[in-house]
């Protein structure tokens, strides 16, 4: 398993932008299909987006579509969420997953998880 540490969490108000890091542990990075999830206060973990292995294959939830961007860069062992347009309904911990191979939206199967950073965005 890889070891997983998120960055770029903070406070933005809305409309804003800001961009979270998950750096990555181990040599075997590229194999792995990475997730971001989030948590907000007195919810399920949900799923926001993923990315497989080489970077070609990204899947979102709808409601970050158009405003969200997840991107790796293998060589520097980090996968990158980009977040646009924020609302406050964006608040919440992020965190980043990873797993061998297959990209799945379902948190439990993965098996690397990140302690989470927080983004607050105000209104």
């Known amino acids: 398993q890889v070891q997983l540490v998120e960055s770029g969490g903070g406070l933005v108000q809305a409309g804003g932008s800001l961009r979270l890091s998950c750096a990555a542990s181990?040599?075997?990075?590229?194999?792995?299909?990475m997730g971001w999830f989030r948590q907000a206060p007195g919810k399920e973990r949900e799923f926001v987006a993923a990315?497989?292995?080489?970077?070609?294959?990204?899947y979102y939830v709808d409601s970050v579509k158009g405003r969200f961007t997840i991107s790796r860069d293998n060589a520097k062992n980090t996968v990158y969420l980009q977040m646009n347009s924020l609302k406050p309904e964006d608040t919440a911990v992020y965190y980043c997953?990873?797993?061998?191979?297959?990209?799945?939206?379902?948190?439990?199967?993965?098996?690397?998880w990140g302690q989470g950073t927080q983004v607050i965005v105000s209104s």
């Open positions: 997953a990873g797993r061998p191979y297959i990209v799945t939206m379902n948190a439990p199967e993965y098996g690397s």
């Open positions: 181990g040599r075997a990075f590229k194999i792995y299909a």
């Open positions: 990315i497989s292995g080489s970077g070609e294959g990204t």
